[in-house]
């Protein structure tokens, strides 16, 4: 990636870009946008609308020498991994790149999902930071709702925070069953696996997550009322759902006055995480969240 020095020396306007179908509704342009202004880096964020038949193509041209990388989301997260020089071991074992960084020619595949999800919990007030920038969650019980591309980012995320207790939720069981056992392979604590939420028992310190995508295009749960209603005041429920910002498990979870957040917060951390790595420097995180939250 080109230094401060470089930048200033730069004619034309460096390019980072979202590779995904569809892109439009996303609100990474605006976070980045704001962040490279922020720092007077030369460069646009750019929406890659990229159909499945021109994903190799498109990968192709991040090799531009104008080109800083790119954010990957659906349906390309996994399908991108063969098209890269390397990938970061955390990516590896999530089989998801969601930032890709060019560097001299070379290919770099990376996951901030993971990572920026435990940022996300730790500003909400859960766990430990540690000084080389890890979360810890020990002594919580994670609920994790869904079994597909973002739930297996948080999953591996949650095992590597040392969650005591893993519980996943998924409609097709045998996908739960799958992501358990990749995730077993490095962790000893317990993972449960369930397709009925009513047979959820709950547990003190629990971090209920929707990784599913209910409540994103209706206005309905993943969990019933009198499921939620089990779990004792110290739960908190995090949706990663942003748009819309209210979902029906949020009112659900504050009808009964738990803590709640929505996906703003990692959506905010996993950008700040691919900002660093597409230029160097720490993310101007304040002037990407005011763009965010004001909007
Ligand atoms: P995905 O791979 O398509 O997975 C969808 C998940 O939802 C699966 O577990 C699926 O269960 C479940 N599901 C879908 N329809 C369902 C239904 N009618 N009843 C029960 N379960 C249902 O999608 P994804 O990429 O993981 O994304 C999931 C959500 O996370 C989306 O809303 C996305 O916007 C959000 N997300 C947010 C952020 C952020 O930064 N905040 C980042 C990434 C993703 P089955 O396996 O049984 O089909």
Same mark, same amino acid.
């Given at each position: 990636?080109?230094?401060? &020095?470089?930048?200033?020396?730069?004619?034309?306007? /460096?390019?980072? @870009?979202?590779?995904? !179908?569809?892109?439009?509704?996303? *609100?990474?342009?605006?976070?980045? %946008?704001?962040?490279?202004?922020?720092?007077?880096?030369? +460069?646009?964020?750019?929406?890659?609308?990229?159909?499945?038949?021109?994903?190799?193509?498109?990968?192709?041209?991040?090799?531009?020498?104008?080109?800083?990388?790119?954010?990957?989301? =659906?349906?390309? &997260?996994?399908?991108? $991994?063969?098209?890269? !020089?390397?990938?970061?071991? $955390?990516?590896?074992?999530?089989?998801?790149?969601? #930032?890709?960084?060019?560097?001299?020619?070379?290919?770099?595949?990376?996951?901030? !999902?993971?990572? @920026?999800?435990? $940022?996300?919990?730790?500003?909400?007030?859960?766990?430990?930071?540690?000084?080389?920038?890890?979360?810890?969650?020990?002594? *919580? #019980?994670?609920?994790?709702?869904?079994?597909?591309? +973002?739930?297996?980012?948080?999953?591996?995320?949650?095992?590597?925070?040392?969650?005591?207790?893993?519980? =996943?939720?998924?409609?097709?069981?045998?996908?739960? %069953?799958? /992501?358990?056992?990749? /995730?077993?392979?490095?962790?000893?604590?317990?993972?449960?696996?369930?397709? !009925?939420?009513?047979?959820? =028992?709950?547990?003190?310190?629990?971090?209920?997550?929707?990784?599913?995508?209910?409540?994103?295009?209706?206005?309905?749960?993943?969990?019933?009322?009198?499921?939620?209603?089990?779990?004792?005041?110290?739960?908190?429920?995090?949706?990663?759902? *942003?748009?819309?910002?209210? #979902?029906?498990?949020?009112?659900?979870?504050?009808? =009964?006055?738990?803590?709640?957040?929505?996906?703003?917060?990692?959506?905010?951390?996993?950008? +700040?995480?691919?900002?660093?790595?597409?230029? @160097?420097?720490?993310?101007?995180?304040?002037?990407?969240?005011?763009?965010?939250?004001?909007?």
């Amino acid at each position: 990636m080109p230094d401060q &020095k470089q930048y200033s020396q730069t004619t034309a306007f /460096l390019r980072i @870009g979202l590779i995904g !179908d569809p892109v439009a509704h996303s *609100y990474s342009p605006r976070i980045q %946008q704001a962040a490279l202004d922020e720092l007077n880096i030369p +460069a646009r964020y750019e929406l890659w609308q990229t159909p499945a038949e021109h994903l190799i193509e498109r990968v192709r041209s991040l090799c531009d020498p104008a080109c800083l990388g790119a954010n990957v989301t =659906i349906p390309h &997260k996994q399908a991108v $991994l063969p098209f890269l !020089d390397m990938v970061d071991p $955390l990516a590896t074992r999530i089989g998801a790149v969601n #930032t890709i960084v060019h560097h001299n020619g070379y290919l770099q595949g990376y996951n901030t !999902d993971a990572p @920026g999800l435990l $940022l996300a919990l730790y500003e909400h007030g859960l766990g430990e930071l540690q000084a080389d920038g890890h979360v810890l969650l020990r002594d *919580y #019980t994670a609920v994790l709702l869904g079994a597909g591309g +973002a739930a297996r980012g948080a999953a591996f995320a949650l095992i590597d925070a040392h969650v005591s207790r893993l519980i =996943i939720v998924n409609r097709h069981l045998e996908r739960a %069953q799958q /992501l358990a056992a990749e /995730l077993q392979q490095n962790y000893d604590g317990p993972i449960f696996t369930l397709s !009925d939420p009513t047979f959820l =028992i709950p547990h003190p310190s629990s971090i209920i997550i929707n990784a599913t995508s209910l409540g994103m295009h209706e206005d309905v749960s993943p969990l019933p009322a009198e499921v939620l209603a089990r779990f004792n005041g110290d739960t908190f429920v995090y949706d990663m759902i *942003y748009n819309p910002t209210q #979902t029906h498990l949020l009112c659900q979870a504050r009808t =009964i006055n738990l803590r709640t957040a929505n996906g703003l917060s990692m959506l905010l951390h996993q950008g +700040a995480l691919a900002f660093t790595l597409w230029t @160097g420097q720490p993310a101007p995180i304040e002037a990407m969240r005011n763009t965010l939250f004001s909007a």
